[in-house]
């Protein structure tokens, strides 16, 4: 199934904000193997949605960033622009 780059884009926020949040937990809470599960399950999908996304429309983090001849990521329309 192919997102849009909205749909995309929307996904990777809320699987995002997941990991951020259980972080968060583990932070008071270093032991709870369930959180532990659940952080490397969103972790897993968060990178995995990272990694689509700049196939199709170009890294949002550097680490997804693929620099071939010409470093050109930094000229190119930001996710929250408007294109037109």
């Known amino acids: 199934m192919r997102y849009s780059k909205k749909e995309l ?3 990777i926020n809320v699987v995002s904000f997941a990991v951020d949040d259980v972080k968060l937990y583990l932070d008071t809470h270093p032991t709870d193997e369930a959180a532990i599960e659940y952080f490397n399950n969103y972790q897993k999908a968060r990178n995995q949605a990272l990694k689509e ?3 199709a429309f170009g890294p949002l983090t550097i680490d997804t960033a693929v620099i071939r001849s010409e470093f050109t990521w930094a000229t190119q329309h930001w996710p929250w ?3 037109g």
């Open 9 to 11: 884009l929307d996904y």
């Open 81 to 83: 622009e408007w294109e």
């Open 53 to 55: 996304y700049a196939a």
